[in-house]
C-alpha cells in the first residue's frame, strides 16, 4: 500500500461523514417544526406540574387549654396541685389551610409535649371534637389519623385528648407543645401548639 492509497481511504471516509452529517441536517430541517413542539409540550408539562405542586401548609392554632383532674366519687374535678392530678385533659382550636393546586395529605398525627430542653415528655393521639357521640352509655371520640387537603382550602378542627399514668407524671415539667405529623412525602413536619410561659 502506498502513502497515496491510505489518504485515498481517510478521505473518503472524511467525504462519508460529511455526507451523513448532511443527510442528518436535513432531515432534521424537515422535521424540525414536529421536533420544536414536542419539546415545547415537554416544557409545558414539567413546568405546570411544578407549578401546581408549590405552595405551602399552613397551621394556625388558638385557643390552648390544659386541665390536670383528680378523681373524686362524681367524676373529676379540676385541681391546681400537679401532684392531686389522676388525668389531663387538653383542647384547641386548629386551622390548616394548603396553598397548593395539588391535594395533600398529613398522617401519624400526635400531640407532643416538651420540656425547655427539647426533651420528649409526652405524647398523644389527639382527637376530633366533631366525632364525639354517645354510645352504651359512654363517650366516644375518633382519633385523628390523617388529614386530607384539598387544594387551595382550608379544613377547621376542634382538637381534644388526655394523658394518664405514665404519660401523665412526666407532664410536671412541660414547656412547649407541638403537632407533628408526617406529610404526604413521607417529610416530619413539626409545629408548635402552644409555649408554656
Known amino acids: 500500500m502506498t502513502i497515496f492509497q491510505g489518504a485515498d481511504k ?3 471516509k472524511k467525504v462519508l461523514k460529511t455526507k451523513l452529517m448532511k443527510e442528518i441536517l436535513d432531515i432534521a ?7 420544536g413542539a414536542t419539546v415545547g409540550v415537554i416544557a409545558t408539562l414539567i413546568v405546570t406540574s411544578l407549578i401546581k405542586n408549590l405552595g405551602k401548609i399552613y397551621t394556625y392554632f388558638r385557643s390552648w387549654e390544659i ?6 366519687g362524681t367524676g373529676g374535678v379540676a ?7 389522676s388525668y389531663c385533659d387538653y383542647s384547641f382550636e386548629m386551622e390548616i389551610i394548603n396553598t397548593s393546586e395539588s391535594p395533600k395529605a398529613l398522617r401519624d398525627i400526635k400531640v ?30 375518633d382519633q385523628i389519623k390523617i388529614i ?21 407524671k412526666n407532664l410536671n415539667k412541660w414547656k412547649k407543645v407541638y403537632l407533628e405529623t408526617l406529610d404526604n412525602r413521607g417529610r416530619k413536619v413539626k409545629r408548635i401548639i402552644y409555649k408554656n410561659p
Open 29 to 35: 430541517l424537515k422535521f424540525q417544526g414536529i421536533i
Open 112 to 141: 407532643r409535649f416538651y420540656s425547655n430542653k427539647n426533651k420528649l415528655l409526652a405524647e398523644s393521639i389527639p382527637k376530633d371534637e366533631s366525632t364525639r357521640r354517645t354510645s352504651a352509655g359512654t363517650i366516644k371520640t
Open 67 to 72: 386541665k390536670f383532674l383528680k378523681m373524686t
Open 10 to 12: 481517510v478521505s473518503e
Open 79 to 85: 385541681t391546681s396541685l400537679f401532684e392531686e392530678a
Open 148 to 168: 386530607n387537603l384539598p387544594s387551595k382550602q382550608m379544613v377547621y378542627f376542634k382538637i381534644i385528648g388526655s394523658m394518664r399514668g405514665k404519660e401523665l
